[in-house]
């Protein structure tokens, strides 16, 4: 909590700028208040099938879509390339810096400074019923601002051209080769889980903790420099 009021104060003469941009940009609300799931808290039964039940809590970020991005599709991922989003979203969407407002989700510890991001609850049942041990990246471990996907991956999860995950893509993506599920939002989540469960590994010994976490901070700002999000 001490770290995310740090970057609170740092990144406080950002937020004005940042404000006005999406204003201009496309005026309404500046900050996006949206539902989110976090640590899993266990299974329910329903339907003869074994559901995951997650904390929930309103996650904050700078609005980076359109006011009625979402009017007529309800709850859907952002897709690379999506037409919702908006220009200065797109440059704040490739910085990370729509994400500085989860330092409050922090405070009120909610969110860890490092972690799993967190998904919508919406999505995540089916998400989890889709991808086989999915909701296993939420045990015991709090959604973070940044995390060991985060850095490796782009904003949809998908791979950076050329990095190592890159090269592994055509044995983890659309294992069953199925051209109606080409690009879709699974792939994605499945190269994301990948990475969040080799977090969680980290996490069982101390020395592989601080490394592990030391890493994924000092390499945040770079990947935030670069705007290798997409």
């Known amino acids: 909590m001490a770290g995310s009021g740090a970057l609170l104060a740092v990144a406080a003469p950002l937020a004005p700028i940042i404000a006005a941009a999406i204003w201009i940009d496309d005026p ?6 949206q539902r989110r799931a976090g640590m899993l808290r266990g299974f329910e039964e329903k339907d003869g099938a074994a559901l995951p039940v997650f904390e929930e809590f309103d996650m904050f970020k700078f609005r980076t879509m359109r ?6 599709t309800g709850a859907v ?3 690379e390339n999506d037409p919702r989003i908006t220009r200065v979203g797109r ?3 490739k910085s990370r810096l729509d994400e500085l407002p989860q330092l409050w989700n922090i405070l009120k510890g909610e969110m860890s400074l490092v972690g799993p991001r967190p998904e919508r609850p919406e999505l995540l049942v089916n998400l989890a019923l889709a991808i086989p041990f999915f909701e ?3 045990r015991d471990v709090k959604p973070g601002l940044t995390g060991l996907a985060q ?7 998908r791979a950076f051209e050329g990095s190592e995950a890159a090269t592994h893509e055509e044995t983890l993506l659309n294992p069953f080769e199925l051209e109606e ?8 989540m499945r190269m994301k889980l990948l990475f969040d469960l080799a977090y969680a590994a980290a996490l069982e010994g101390l020395a592989s903790f601080v490394s592990m976490e030391a890493k994924i901070i000092l390499k945040t700002p770079w990947v935030m ?4 999000g997409r």
């Open 28 to 33: 309404g609300p500046i900050l996006y208040r």
């Open 67 to 72: 006011v009625d991005a979402e009017k007529f």
């Open 77 to 79: 991922l952002a897709s």
């Open 91 to 93: 440059v704040l969407r």
């Open 136 to 138: 296993e990246r939420m």
């Open 151 to 157: 850095i490796s991956l782009g904003y949809t999860g």
């Open 181 to 188: 599920t080409e690009g879709s939002t699974a792939d994605d």
């Open 225 to 228: 420099l670069r705007g290798v």
